[in-house]
């Protein structure tokens, strides 16, 4: 973002745009009164086709259903604002927070605490850090030479 500010306080990019700007030339190469389509239309037909629009959407203005409710606007607007507001608030914005202050359900840092507590209790008493005997060697069964054959055995 720093860099950005410092090229656009750049002399050389403020002379380029000001550049720009002046030999710009905008032209519009429409004409406004020959280029738009006019339909010559009966006034019983107008009539007619109006208020068969008008009827259905609900308004005479041009609107365009947002979907929820597609003869009131009313209606559409309120579900569509509804919806957004409870999507919006409730489902991101609080299940954000919540998410992000939900205790650890998986307790790691319960057991980061607890070993660092564990390694200080056991250099104050002067042993290993992991003992060599953690596990009772008699309770560990481990396969005969003739049980591993050809397996190759990483240490």
């Known amino acids: 973002m720093s860099s950005l500010v410092r090229l656009s306080n750049a002399p050389l990019v403020r002379n380029l745009v000001n550049h720009s700007l002046r030999s710009a030339r905008l032209i519009s190469s429409s004409q406004k ?23 259905s959407v609900g308004t005479g203005r ?37 998410w992000a202050y939900v205790p650890d359900p998986q307790l790691q840092d319960w057991a980061q605490r607890e070993a660092y507590l564990e390694l200080r209790r056991r ?8 003992s060599k005997d953690f596990v009772d060697p ?7 030479d003739e049980e591993l054959g050809n397996t190759e055995i990483v240490i």
Request: aromatic fraction near 10%.
């Open 33 to 55: 009164n020959r280029d738009a389509a006019t339909i010559n239309v009966s006034k019983k037909a107008a009539a007619s086709s109006s208020g068969a629009t008008a009827s």
């Open 123 to 130: 250099e104050a008493a002067g042993l290993e850090p992991i």
């Open 62 to 98: 041009n609107w365009v259903s947002y979907g929820f409710d597609r003869k009131d606007e009313t209606n559409d607007r309120s579900a569509m604002n509804a919806s957004f507001f409870f999507t919006v608030t409730l489902c991101l914005v609080l299940g954000s927070a919540y």
């Open 138 to 144: 008699a309770q560990i069964v481990l396969p005969s």
